[in-house]
T-cell receptor
Framework: DAGITQSPRHKVTETGTPVTLRCHQT?????MYWYRQDPGHGLRLIHY???????DKGEVSDGYSVSRSKTEDFLLTLESATSSQTSVYFC??????????FGEGSRLTVL | QQQVKQSPQSLIVQKGGISIINCAYE??????FPWYQQFPGKGPALLIA?????SEKKEGRFTISFNKSAKQFSLHIMDSQPGDSATYFC???????????FGSGTQLTVLP
């Protein structure tokens, strides 16, 4: 199985503060994804990356930015967190089989 | 606009029963249809998947039925067990980036 580490796993922050979530993979996969999970919405794609410095927007990208300066790390940044960004965030990688493998999630609460 | 619609939102089944979850999609460009299983506090994990050139795929107690003309697909869990209690998501994918579009999820509870 692929190795994905998300950090932090839990974070509580206040409205207006910047937040960065990190996704680290150990197997050099090209594609990485950030999803958010909310009740009634399933998982929705925020941004994805198809290589170092190559990223694209997903369905719900407003208010989020990403960066990928190394193959193994994909960062998701909320420049100014809002209460609507309270969610569980999942990172995923595309394995060599083509299947997506998900991390264990980062729970973010914005007060 | 929700491109993959999933029902029911929740499902309660007795042990040994059959659990059925349905999904419908709109985008005819979708070319791969996986189902994911998620336990509390964990990320979704691939359960079973199907391509639109087949009408059914079975893996153990899990079966996907696919109806291309109706743009619908469903997951059947035979002989449901309490350990199957989880949230199930259907999904669909297309394009070179293979990003997944998920349904809204079904919380399955299997009573002992």
């Amino acid at each position: 199985d692929a190795g994905i580490t998300q950090s932090p796993r839990h974070k509580v922050t206040e409205t207006g503060t910047p937040v960065t979530l990190r996704c680290h993979q150990t197997e050099n996969h090209r594609y990485m994804y950030w999803y958010r999970q909310d009740p009634g919405h399933g998982l929705r794609l925020i941004h994805y990356s198809y290589g170092v410095k190559d990223t694209d927007k997903g369905e719900v990208s407003d208010g989020y930015s990403v960066s990928r300066s190394k193959t193994e790390d994909f960062l998701l940044t909320l420049e100014s967190a809002t209460s609507s960004q309270t969610s569980v965030y999942f990172c995923a990688i595309r394995q060599n089989t083509g299947e997506l493998f998900f991390g264990e999630g980062s729970r973010l609460t914005v007060l | 606009q929700q491109q993959v619609k999933q029902s029911p939102q929740s499902l309660i089944v007795q042990k040994g029963g059959i659990s059925i979850i349905n999904c419908a999609y709109e985008n005819t460009a979708f070319d791969y249809f996986p189902w994911y299983q998620q336990f509390p506090g964990k990320g979704p994990a691939l359960l079973i998947a199907i391509r639109p050139d087949v009408s059914e795929k079975k893996e153990g107690r899990f079966t996907i039925s696919f109806n291309k003309s109706a743009k619908q697909f469903s997951l059947h869990i035979m002989d449901s067990q309490p350990g199957d209690s989880a949230t199930y998501f259907c999904a669909a994918t297309s394009g070179s980036a293979r990003q997944l579009t998920f349904g809204s999820g079904t919380q399955l509870t299997v009573l002992p």
